[in-house]
């Protein structure tokens, strides 16, 4: 029986010119870090598609899965490997298209690319159509909008088919459109963001306010489960974590109850910029959603954001929390945060926060603390942990050194 291998394919790297190359290595790249504890063979690039073979020859179902799941994968067919021998692979056609669910039409099509091979495509269509006219006799062969189409490519010394794929995520390739700084909570929506982010081709850097020391840390586990559970998709490298406990009750004392929320978002949104300084990240990204909370009316967003000058991207913006609640199911966060747990927000929350801030206010508030030493404080106190899954992420030379003092605090079980 012929061995079994995966196609993975992909449409907007194909459109990229002559970034093609570097998009195709990328996802080469990132699909060996996925696949790095299956029964991995070779990963490599055929004529417009990346094959992925196993070592023991017949692909898994689960390695397809895998595959699927990682951003610049549009679709993934799990093919017949055949030579060039026709008893060969038209059997692997019938075996295909009896794979290949329900269906009354078919047709065949066959493409070659740089191959020698003695057949053109209108031979092979008509060899392998009428095998499998023989063998399903009730079924119409239909030229246009058949129900299955066979595929026969042939490559070089090689013959891959098959019939059926499953749908990817699409996307581009991590680490093919820059890093980004991405506020990272544990609830629903920036697990979603971060992963949309990603998905478009951004190596993500999470950063994590925890209301440590005023609050247990399991907001910070519990993120660190977050991010392992985004690992199919490979988009989080580092994450780091702000203690912010003791500055959030600094605030609470300083600034009117109403403007709390937006002065700890000030805040937190400052050394997130900084942090994307260091990292050599060009844009922050949140998970937030037009009017879904009071922080997140067009004024709130207007006085938070007026800290930083770097672009910040919010991918749900318009999504409702159904959609995104989706998605979260989709990526494997769902379950991780329905868990409520105490963080940094959940902290000296006011009564009635402030909906539609006025700038005045909010500045008073700001002036009445000290924001440039709270923020230089809370930069130097940042930990981290990494996640061995993002093949993109470099950490930056200057904060290797520097945090080789600073992080053993935040060395637990690194294990992912
Ligand atoms: P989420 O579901 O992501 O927690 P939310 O609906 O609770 O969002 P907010 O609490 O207003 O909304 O938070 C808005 C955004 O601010 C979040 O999506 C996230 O990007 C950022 N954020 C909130 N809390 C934290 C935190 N503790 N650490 C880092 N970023 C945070
Ligand atoms: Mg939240």
Known sequence: MSDRVCLAHYHEIGLKGKNRSTFENQLVTNLR??????????????????????????VSEEMADAISRVPGVARVSLAYLCGLDQVEYCKAAVSALHEAGEFRSFKVHARRSATAYELHTLEINQLVGEVLCNEFPDKKVEMHDPDVVVYVLVVQGNVYVYA?????????????????????????????????????????????????????????????????????????????????????REISLAVPQSLRIITYRRVMLAVAERLAHIEGAKALVTGESLGQVASQTLDNIAAVNEVVSMPVLRPLIGSDKQEIMRRAQQIGTHELSSQSVEDCCTLF???????????????????????????????????????????????????????TELAPAFTRDNAD
């Open 33 to 58: 870090r996925t696949l790095r504890d299956a029964d991995l063979g070779e990963v490599r690039r055929i004529s417009g598609h990346i094959l992925v073979s196993a070592a023991s020859g017949r």
């Open 349 to 403: 929350m006011p009564r009635r926060p402030e909906t539609h801030a006025r700038m005045e206010a909010v500045h008073a508030a700001w002036n009445s603390f000290d924001h440039d030493a709270m923020i230089d404080q809370l930069v130097e106190t940042m930990e981290y942990v990494d996640f061995d899954q993002c093949p993109s992420y470099r950490p930056p030379k200057s904060i290797r050194a520097y945090h």
């Open 164 to 248: 059926s794929s499953q749908v990817g995520v699409g996307g581009l390739p991590v680490g093919t459109a820059g890093k980004v700084v991405t506020l990272l909570s544990s609830g629903f929506d920036s697990p979603v963001a971060t992963w949309m982010v990603g998905r478009r081709g951004a190596t993500c850097v999470p950063i994590h306010f925890s209301g440590r020391p005023m609050t247990a840390d399991t907001s910070e586990w519990l993120c660190q489960d977050i991010c392992r559970a985004l690992r199919p998709s490979g988009v989080v490298g580092r994450m780091y974590v702000v203690p912010f406990g003791e500055r959030q």
